[in-house]
């Protein structure tokens, strides 16, 4: 199990003249978790949140990063800040330059980059986003969606160990928020550790590793997300709804059916507890379709315009940022944009073949989805990464 990378010991925390927002709270994130904070507003998440990263500082208990006790002198901040990175909810309260350029150099100029160091930690970083061009912007004539990335991309320039979302995507249209989850999950994938707050379950619960339900300045509930979100009682005092693809699943198990144990977390896990359920062989064309796997970052550009023209029909799905511009910029038209392994495997199992655009750090994530689902399944995708 991974070292713990943060953790907080009885933490508590009144604002001048208000409530007593944080009441005693005890946790710890491990180093590459994805945690979900969830729970009614009001609840205290953004101030536990704003505790993360010494923007607050507890009235009693401690906060420990990589085993050490925060420290509130402005030097140990500063390195703190460097570690930790903090995405606001609204962008426009982030977002302080007059150009995307300036904005995202403004963390790294602070920490004392040099010149070309700036440069480099701004292009990689507006890279990442997929707002690459964007440079010379002025931020306010951006949409919601790339004023996030902006505000991302200034955390990232600092190459923050950890990564805190408040409500990363509230304000933002269902794709506009999925953009963003896969892109949490795209950093994730490259070694950060990520926690977020949300109000949105159907998006967190299959994110999560880890979620935790915060209620009146306290835990409610801490626990892999199928568990806590998994409680009636739980997910009623939290002001929450129970997901839907457990609430089905729950409801078969009310029924009598007997479940496999794992429980539901996307639409290709639930078609497997259905098959369990109605003691179904899963239904499979006699030869399943291959999914074929384009990797934006490799230098073979040319050769996917002959494959396209070669399979015509073919279902597209782009996984991660860049892989989205890279179809933008080719007009690709894309089938999957969210979820998109999922779905090109239940493609696969009809017996259509699919196609997936992705970067060089997500290609092995393809292939081990498609392993998973065979161990469970007894159906082997072919996965070919195009070469
Ligand atoms: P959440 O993010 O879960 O909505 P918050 O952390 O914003 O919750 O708020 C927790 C509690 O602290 C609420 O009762 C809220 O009214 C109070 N609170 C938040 N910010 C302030 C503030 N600046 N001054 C006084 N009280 C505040």
Redesign the pocket.
């Known amino acids: 199990m991974s070292s713990i990378i943060l953790e907080a010991r009885e933490i508590r925390y009144r604002?001048?003249?208000?409530?007593e927002?944080v009441r005693g709270i005890s946790f710890h994130i491990r180093k590459g978790e994805k945690i979900a904070l969830v729970?009614?507003?009001?609840?205290?998440?953004?101030?536990?949140m704003l505790m993360l990263n010494g923007m607050i500082r507890p009235d009693s208990g401690i906060i420990l990063f990589d085993n050490e006790p925060v420290s509130y002198d402005k030097d140990s901040l500063r390195k703190l800040r460097k570690r930790v990175g903090f995405v606001l909810q609204n962008p426009d309260r982030q977002i302080i330059a007059p150009t995307v350029y300036q904005d995202v150099a403004f963390g790294p100029v602070n920490l004392g980059y040099s010149e070309s160091e700036v440069k480099s930690a701004v292009r990689e970083a507006l890279r990442y986003v997929g707002l690459e061009g964007f440079e010379r912007r002025p931020p306010h004539l951006l949409s919601g969606g790339e004023k996030k990335r902006v505000a991302i991309a200034g955390v990232l320039a600092m190459d923050p160990d950890l990564l805190v979302f408040d409500e990363p995507t509230s304000g933002l249209d269902p794709s506009g928020s999925e953009d963003i989850m896969e892109l949490l999950d795209e950093l994730n994938h490259q070694g950060k550790t990520i926690i977020i707050?949300t109000h949105d379950i159907e998006l967190a619960y299959p994110w999560a590793d880890r979620a935790i339900l915060?209620l009146e300045?306290r835990i409610l509930q801490e626990a892999i997300p199928d568990v806590a979100f998994g409680r009636p009682e739980y997910v009623r005092q939290a002001h929450l709804s129970m997901p839907i693809l457990l609430d089905i699943y729950f409801e078969l198990e009310k029924r009598g059916y007997s479940l496999p144990e794992r429980k539901p977390r996307t639409v290709l896990d639930m078609l497997q507890v259905i098959d369990v359920a109605f003691k179904k062989t899963p239904c499979c064309h006699a030869s399943p379709g291959t999914i074929s796997v384009f990797d934006v970052d490799s230098s073979l550009h040319d050769s996917l315009p002959g494959w396209l023209a070669s399979h015509p029909g073919v279902s597209i799905g782009a996984m991660g940022t860049r892989a989205k511009q890279h179809a933008a910029d080719n007009h690709i038209v894309l089938d999957f944009t969210y979820g998109v392994i999922d779905k090109c495997i239940l493609r696969a199992i009809i017996g259509e073949s699919s196609l997936i655009l992705t970067s060089t750090g997500m290609v092995r994530r393809v292939e081990h989805r498609a392993l998973e689902f065979a161990t469970v399944s007894g159906i082997s995708v072919p996965v070919r990464l195009m070469d």
Do not use: D, V
């Open positions: 604002y001048p003249r208000g409530m927002a729970g009614p507003n009001g609840a205290g998440k953004s101030t536990l707050s915060l300045g």
